[in-house]
């Protein structure tokens, strides 16, 4: 399956974004801690450019600690900082941390001056990223518009706390994908919108991955047998064992991908990481 998606608001998105680079101190970049390869917008390049960056791994707590510890060490090779953060957990206050240590000379320039200044920062991410919760979080209020669905948040919105102004932006994607395991990855985890999918080629292209990576994902939530190794067949016995059928006692493939997607978005599928 070829996926491409770029709305238009999007390209507006991006417009805004550049014209209000010029207003920020730093950017809050949010990546989904499952896919940190593909949660990687080529179009944030030239936002970056400049710019004070904080990394922020979000959905931490739906992969394996060990794996993401690996990302953290090639970001910290590369000179990246970052924080982790789980945005449902209602407690974000290390990224405001982070943030003042990544604008700690302009804070202390202005303090040696006796003058306290507010910190910008422009919140980046691809949609369904976690953005809006995580500023949520930081606020203690549902201030931000938020959704499991991507496209929610689709013009600015200024936050304040604590002497940082945040800058909310719509979750963005880049014109065309050129790789489409990027596109698939994005897909599962929920940046790209599902009506335009084919739903049921999708899972199965989730379940041929991820049965490679976890070979016991599938086992352990379904209880399959355990003898079935081709990706159509685990797929035929997910739906058996969870009683999507349609007439001639036949796999209801359309309900069971809902329901396989929608469990590795909830973590239910267990701690899986699509890129190590």
């Known amino acids: 399956m070829n996926i491409q998606w770029f709305p238009g608001h999007m390209t507006k998105a991006i417009r805004m974004m550049e014209d209000n680079l010029k207003l920020v101190d730093a950017l809050i970049y949010v990546i989904d801690a499952r ?26 707590d739906l992969v394996d600690p060990q794996d993401l510890d690996k990302w953290c060490s090639r970001f910290k090779e590369e000179g990246k900082t970052y924080v982790k953060a789980i945005g449902t957990s209602g407690d974000c206050s290390q990224i405001v941390k982070g ?27 691809v949609p369904n990223s976690g953005k809006s919760t995580i500023i949520n979080a930081m606020c203690k209020k549902a201030k931000a518009v938020t959704g499991d669905r991507p496209g929610v948040t689709r013009g600015k919105q200024w936050l304040s706390i604590d002497g940082i102004d945040f800058l909310d932006t719509p979750g963005t994607l880049w014109g065309k994908f050129e790789d489409q395991k990027v596109a698939h990855h994005l897909a599962y985890i929920g940046s790209i919108r599902d009506d335009i999918l084919d739903e049921t080629e999708l899972a199965y292209d989730f379940i041929d991955e991820v049965k490679e990576l976890y070979p016991d994902a599938f086992n352990s939530r379904y209880s399959l047998s355990g003898n079935s190794s081709s990706s159509i067949e685990i797929f035929d016995e997910i739906c058996m064992t969870r009683g999507f059928k349609i007439k001639g006692n036949q796999p209801d493939y359309e309900r069971c991908a809902k329901m396989i997607i929608d469990e590795f978005r909830k973590g239910k599928l267990g701690k899986l990481m699509l890129e190590k």
């Open 35 to 60: 896919a940190v390869y593909s949660c990687d917008n080529p179009l944030f390049n030239r936002l970056l450019t400049g710019k004070k960056v904080l990394y922020v791994f979000n959905k931490c």
């Open 99 to 125: 943030l003042r240590e990544v604008c700690r000379d302009k804070i202390e320039k202005y303090a040696s001056k006796g003058a306290n200044i507010s910190v910008r920062a422009m919140v980046v991410g």
